[in-house]
């Protein structure tokens, strides 16, 4: 949990979370935006949280389903792939809008919480102990340093990017810091942030290390058998130089590897190396931190804070000069070069997609440059989603008739296979009926932020809620030919909803449990207070006919509402125990301080709502209303306001099955168990 807290990261800031599954980080950073606004305001800012699993991927975008936040993006690359999206010059001269600040994506803060062999976690995985070995670490170290190089080039200037490994192994920790700051050469800086958390026990980073191989030690490069130098790179030591390389014949020499053991460890008699033989570090990595289990009963970590200065050295500079500068950095010829360099150069070679006519950018150090070509994506390209040729949605409306031919068809074809597009919710009659229905107020930004992912509107299930800072980040990715792979986005604020009664609700929608807080201060129709002998009956019982609540004016409202979905408040000063509502469902509680009038009619009772209160979505049908929130939630939830236990519910009147009055679209019944009583 530590890593965040050295990003610094405010309200507005456009963060990266680069390795973000299973997404503690996440969740902590999206806190940390949302904390100092104002409760139920959105925040400028956002976070993109990045993992290559798809698997874990999906625990993440669990994870933060908690939140009912509007302001992420959840993606699926490979972190040290992350795409650029920048517009390329080419597009801009075509007529594709180009603001200076909205032509690349680039961001606030990156948190680089990178894979790592977790030796960090021994206390909590014992299994680690068996499983270890140095091989790990040596094996991660490049994979690592290009992740961590990636984001910094994806960082603004004068933005900040935290290192972090749950690991002790300094090939993985100060060896990969010190090559970051030898390949940004003076753009970046390591901070000094000892004066930041001052409560954290942390140990200075290590200047000096030896690397293990196979069961033996290696003071420099130099001791690495040729053999192994493919494995071992020069980067792994502290000074990072390859130079001193022992002769062919002298490294093909055995050093007694042969007797080694399957995971590398001591078979062998380790060689003595004198203290004197280990390099030092030249690079303040004392700023770095180590934190250890046995200063404050801890796991073991490694962070590293890092601020961008100016652009990465490589901006000016043609590929061909990037590429003598690779070489000759290293002082050695071409063919002696580690993979390692070999894929810096390959970054460099990708900036020429464009003719190098065009400044290469940093962002773009390991992307294809998008231009107006590549938005006329290959018809094979698509994504199984795609069906309907019918172009019903039009990203912003814009009349720029390329502009706009490029992102139709992009948005057509989709871009991600077995990823489902992401489409800007344009369809007017829909969103107007649920405005209308809902009296949902104007200042409430409704246009423009809606997303579904489905071509066909008739067929839109799901309709997510983004704020303004997605939404833009969302128009640059089209702009851009879709490069980003969106696994999740937004909020799911509306879902389609029909019922046994027919189709005669007026409106298809109805409001998510995870959307209800962000739009309930703007909800001025379709929504009632209830007592609490009332509520706690909804919850317990799920489905109540009009004439069986206890406060029968409640219940001659509530027949009134229209059929469809309604909103649920429990009255003010009625629950008997304050209560931790938190980890119920966040969406459950974090409501903003907002005056807003029942049944949508002027009154002269009117809710007020803030950070405590609690309601839930119900379903009106012609003679009852069900809560729409799932069993668990409500057990969950009674168990939290009301203390009901076990024992106190076979006190509870007898149940008298009724019939399940709410369905959604995929015919599964939102209430596992709709009863009447
Ligand atoms: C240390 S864990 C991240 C933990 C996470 N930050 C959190 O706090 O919950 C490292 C993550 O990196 C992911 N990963 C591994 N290789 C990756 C790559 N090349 N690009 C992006 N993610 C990667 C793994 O799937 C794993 O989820």
């Given at each position: 949990m530590v890593p965040p807290l050295f990003?610094?990261?405010?309200?507005?800031h456009f963060v990266?979370?680069?390795?973000?599954?299973?997404?503690s980080k996440t969740f902590q950073l999206l806190e940390i935006i949302y904390k100092?606004?104002?409760?139920g305001l959105l925040p400028d800012g956002m976070v993109i949280a990045n993992d290559l699993d798809v698997k874990r991927c999906n625990l993440l975008i669990h994870q933060t389903?908690?939140?009912?936040?509007?302001?992420l993006i959840v993606t699926n690359h490979e972190a040290q792939h992350f795409p650029g999206c920048r517009l390329s010059k080419k597009a801009c001269d075509m007529?594709?809008?180009?603001?200076p600040n909205s032509s690349q994506l680039l961001f606030d803060r990156v948190l680089c919480d990178v894979p790592c062999?977790?030796?960090?976690t021994l206390r909590k995985a014992p299994d680690i102990w068996r499983k270890w070995n140095a091989g790990l670490g040596n094996g991660l170290h490049s994979l690592q340093i290009q992740i961590a190089v990636r984001g910094i080039s994806l960082l603004k200037v004068g933005g900040r990017m935290v290192y972090s490994t749950c690991s002790m192994n300094p090939v993985e920790n100060e060896a990969v810091v010190a090559e970051i700051l030898r390949k940004c050469g003076g753009s970046v800086e390591l901070i000094d942030?000892?004066?930041?958390?001052?409560e954290l026990v942390r140990r200075p980073g290590l200047k000096k290390w030896k690397v293990r191989d196979k069961g033996l030690w290696l003071a420099?490069?130099?001791?690495?058998?040729k053999f192994r130098r493919n494995g071992i790179?020069?980067?792994?030591?502290?000074?990072g130089r390859s130079d001193n390389v022992i002769s062919d014949k002298d490294a093909g020499?055995?050093?007694?590897?042969?007797?080694?053991?399957e995971d590398g460890f001591d078979l062998v008699e380790d060689l003595?190396?004198?203290?004197?033989?280990i390099e030092i570090s030249d690079?303040?990595?004392?700023r770095c931190m180590r934190i250890v289990?046995?200063?404050?009963n801890s796991g073991a970590f490694f962070i590293a804070v890092l601020h961008k200065?100016?652009?990465?050295?490589?901006?000016?500079?043609?590929p061909s000069e990037m590429q003598q500068n690779v070489s000759s950095k290293n002082h050695e010829p071409e063919e002696n070069l580690t993979d390692h360099i070999v894929e810096d150069i390959d970054e460099v070679e990708l900036n020429?997609?464009?003719?190098?006519?065009e400044k290469s950018s940093e962002a773009d150090l390991v992307d294809k440059e998008t231009d107006?070509?590549?938005?006329?994506?290959?018809?094979?390209?698509?994504?199984?989603?795609?069906?309907?040729?019918?172009?019903q949605v039009a990203v912003g409306?814009?009349?720029?008739s390329l502009k706009a031919r490029g992102k139709r068809k992009l948005q057509i074809q989709g871009?991600?296979?077995g990823v489902d597009p992401v489409i800007f919710f344009k369809d007017e009659a829909i969103i107007n009926s649920i405005k209308t229905f809902y009296g949902i107020?104007?200042?409430?930004?409704l246009n423009d932020h809606l997303i579904s992912r489905n071509m066909d509107n008739n067929h839109v299930k799901r309709i997510y809620y983004v704020s303004k800072s997605v939404k833009d980040v969302l128009e640059l990715n089209f702009l851009v030919g879709q490069q980003l792979k969106i696994a999740s986005v937004g909020l799911k604020m509306f879902e389609r909803q029909t019922s046994r009664e027919g189709t005669?609700?007026?409106?298809?929608f109805r409001i998510s449990s995870e959307g209800l807080p962000v739009i309930l201060p703007y909800v001025t129709k379709q929504i009632l207070c209830a007592s609490q002998v009332d509520f706690k009956h909804l919850l317990q019982y799920k489905t109540i006919k009009f004439?069986?609540?206890?406060d029968a004016e409640f219940g001659e409202k509530a027949s009134k509402l229209m059929m469809g979905c309604c909103v649920i408040v429990l009255r003010?000063?009625?629950?008997?125990r304050i209560v931790d509502?938190?980890?119920?469902?966040?969406c459950m509680y974090r409501f903003p301080y907002y005056p807003f009038f029942a049944d949508g009619q002027a009154s002269s009772d009117p809710i007020q709502v803030d950070a405590s209160t609690i309601a839930i979505g119900c379903w009106k049908g012609r003679g009852s209303l069900s809560v729409m929130v799932t069993a668990i939630d409500c057990q969950e939830l009674l168990g939290r306001l009301f203390a009901c236990t076990e024992t106190d519910k076979s006190s509870l009147p007898k149940e008298i099955n009724g019939e399940a009055e709410v369905q959604d679209m995929d015919g599964?019944?939102?209430?596992a168990e709709i009863k009447t009583i």
């Open positions: 990003l610094d990261v405010r309200p507005d990266l979370d680069m390795c973000a599954a299973p997404g100092s606004m104002g409760s389903k908690r939140m009912c936040t509007a302001n007529g594709i809008e180009c603001e062999s977790g030796d960090g942030v000892s004066s930041e958390l001052p420099s490069y130099k001791d690495v058998r790179v020069p980067s792994m030591f502290p000074s020499q055995d050093n007694g590897a042969s007797l080694e053991s003595v190396i004198n203290d004197s033989d690079l303040p990595l004392e289990p046995h200063d404050q200065l100016s652009p990465f050295p490589v901006q000016d500079q043609k020429t997609v464009d003719g190098g006519e107006v070509s590549a938005l006329e994506v290959d018809p094979c390209n698509t994504c199984e989603e795609q069906d309907s040729g019918e172009t409306g814009e009349g720029d871009k991600w296979k107020d104007e200042s409430f930004p005669s609700a007026p409106c298809a004439a069986d609540f206890v003010k000063g009625t629950c008997t509502v938190t980890s119920v469902d966040a599964k019944e939102e209430v």
